[in-house]
């Protein structure tokens, strides 16, 4: 079992930048991929962005593709989400989530552990 705490999040206007963190305890970090998701007001939980647990490999949702960046610190036990240009669009709940596997998997099938989540506001 792996524990997740997020952090970073909070209210920024369109167009700033906003950092991400998520610390993991339990497995061994370096052993399982790490993902990003998200939840609106209203929504389903959506896919965010993957890595794979060596951090060569990377995915990410069409709708974050070049404002996003999903990166680890496996010596940390840290994954992080960089929000670059982030719109109004963008807020919601962010929860990470462990793998159950070394890649960078898409699915929530795929994840076995879950962080509480983070709220993001992005004002317009």
């Known amino acids: 079992q792996v524990q997740l705490v997020e952090s970073g999040g909070g209210l920024v206007q369109a167009g700033d930048s906003l950092r991400l963190s998520c610390t993991a305890s339990?497995?061994?970090?370096?052993?399982?991929?790490m993902g990003w998701f998200r939840q609106a007001p209203g929504k389903e939980r959506e896919f965010v962005a993957a890595i794979s647990a060596t951090g060569y490999t990377t995915s990410y949702t069409d709708a974050v593709k070049g404002r996003f960046t999903i990166s680890r610190n496996n010596a940390k036990n840290t994954v992080y989400l960089q929000m670059n240009s982030p719109t109004p669009e963008d807020t919601a709940v962010y929860y990470c989530a462990a793998a159950s596997s070394a890649g960078a998997a898409s699915r929530e099938c795929d994840y076995t552990d879950w962080g509480r989540g983070t709220q993001v506001t992005v004002s317009s």
């Open positions: 339990g497995r061994t970090f370096s052993s399982y991929g």
